[in-house]
């Protein structure tokens, strides 16, 4: 990970060279920038890895410039801001961010969350080199964000997507709530692992009888694909 650039946008220098001198203790390089405009004609011009913003600039310039990188970059990005308020996390989230931590924050908080970061984003990016799933009536395509059954399309949440993906693909293979949260959430902890079986059983509903009940429990254990004889 010592490879990694980090591009921070903030435009309180103290908050600024905290943040990078964070991440320098980690190995990590960064480049700091103090305001949006620059910060974007910067990104064009190096190769960047990860954005680390402060989204609190005047006339929500920080919100502009975080949908404007979405728009042509899947780099991850994690927002900071000084404002704990729900509305602004989610605003911040459907906006693009990755993540959103309030100031003030430690330095293991932030490098814990830039970690999960990687691990999600690296996870999604490994299933770009996987083949499609295509199992009686079932087919998922993870590159083109695509399932159906019979070929019928279906809507699915990108998690729903990810995670039966992750499950069809490695068929009859048994993975645990924590194997799961953690590969498809990029997250640990035992509190959250309940979000694992709340998207089985929406899985499940969605594709019907026919596909839903192979996402099998497996009690005391956890999910599988089961690709053997299903009774209906």
């Known amino acids: 990970m010592s490879d990694l650039k980090f591009l ?3 435009g309180n220098k103290a908050d600024a060279q905290l943040c990078s001198l964070h991440l320098s203790k980690e190995k990590f390089d960064s480049v700091i920038c103090s305001d949006c405009e620059s910060a974007v004609k910067l990104f064009n011009k190096d190769n960047f890895d990860f954005i680390i913003m402060e989204k609190t600039f005047s006339e929500n310039d920080g919100s502009y410039t975080l949908s404007n ?7 991850p990005i994690i927002v900071l801001s000084s404002m704990a308020d729900t509305i602004d996390k989610i605003e911040s989230l ?8 309030v100031k ?11 970690n999960a ?6 996870v999604l990016k490994n299933f770009e080199k996987f083949a499609d ?3 009686d009536g ?3 395509s993870i590159k083109e964000c695509r399932i159906s059954i019979d070929g019928k399309a279906l809507c699915l949440t990108p998690k729903e997507l990810d995670l039966a993906y992750f499950l069809a693909f490695r068929e009859n293979e048994v993975f645990s709530r924590e194997t799961l949260y953690g590969r498809i959430w990029g997250e640990t902890g035992k509190n959250n692992l309940r979000t694992v079986d709340v998207h089985i059983t929406s899985i499940r509903k969605k594709l019907g009888a026919k596909a839903g009940k192979r996402f099998k429990t497996i009690h005391g254990k956890g999910y599988k694909f089961d690709t053997g004889n299903i009774l209906f």
Do not use: K, M, Q, S
Not at 104 to 114: D, F, G, K, N
Not at 117 to 122: A, E, M, P, S
């Open 69 to 75: 990188f979405r728009r042509y970059t899947d780099v």
């Open 8 to 10: 921070i946008i903030d």
């Open 117 to 122: 970061v990687l691990r999600r984003t690296h």
């Open 138 to 140: 079932l087919f998922i």
């Open 94 to 101: 459907n906006d693009g961010a990755d993540d959103y931590i």
């Open 104 to 114: 003030p924050y430690e330095r293991e908080e932030l490098i814990a969350r830039i």
């Open 133 to 135: 799933v295509n199992f």
